[in-house]
C-alpha cells in the first residue's frame, strides 16, 4: 500500500481538498504548488504516489511528468494526473507519458480513493 502520496496543484482550494481526502484515508501527505516544485519533492522525499494537476503556470503537470518519468531516481513513482483537462486527447497523452491513472476535476472522494487502492 502507497503511504506517501505527493499532492501537485497550483490551486489552495484543490490541494487542501485532495489532503483531506488522502489523510482522512490515513496517507501521509506532501504538497506542491507547482511543476518545478513537484520535481524537487519527488527527489527528496520519494513519494509513493503523485497526483498531479495538468493547468500550472510554468512548468504543467504533462512537462514534469516528462521530466520525473526521464529521470532513473524518479521514474517508477506512480503519476495519476487529478484535471479538469479531461477531454479524450489529454488521457491519452497522460497515458503516453506513462500516468498510471486519470481522474478528471470535479471529481468524488471515491474516485481518489480507488486511485490510492489500484
Known amino acids: 500500500m502507497a503511504r506517501k502520496i505527493l499532492i501537485v496543484d497550483d490551486a489552495q482550494v484543490d490541494r487542501s481538498n485532495l489532503e483531506k481526502i488522502v489523510s482522512g484515508a490515513g496517507y501521509q501527505t506532501l504538497l506542491a504548488d507547482s511543476g518545478a516544485q513537484a520535481l524537487e ?3 527528496r522525499d520519494k513519494p509513493d504516489l503523485i497526483f498531479m ?3 500550472m503556470p510554468g512548468m504543467d503537470g504533462f512537462a514534469a511528468t516528462r521530466q520525473l518519468k526521464a529521470d532513473s ?3 517508477d513513482i ?3 494526473f487529478v484535471t479538469s ?3 479524450k486527447a489529454d488521457m491519452a497523452w497522460g497515458q503516453m507519458l506513462g500516468a498510471k ?3 478528471g476535476k470535479p471529481y468524488s472522494n ?3 480513493l ?4 489500484a
Open 41 to 43: 519533492r519527488a527527489k
Open 101 to 103: 491513472g486519470y481522474v
Open 78 to 80: 506512480p503519476i495519476v
Open 73 to 75: 531516481a524518479t521514474k
Open 114 to 117: 480507488e486511485q490510492l487502492k
Open 110 to 112: 471515491e474516485q481518489i
Open 53 to 55: 494537476d495538468v493547468n
Open 85 to 87: 483537462k479531461n477531454q
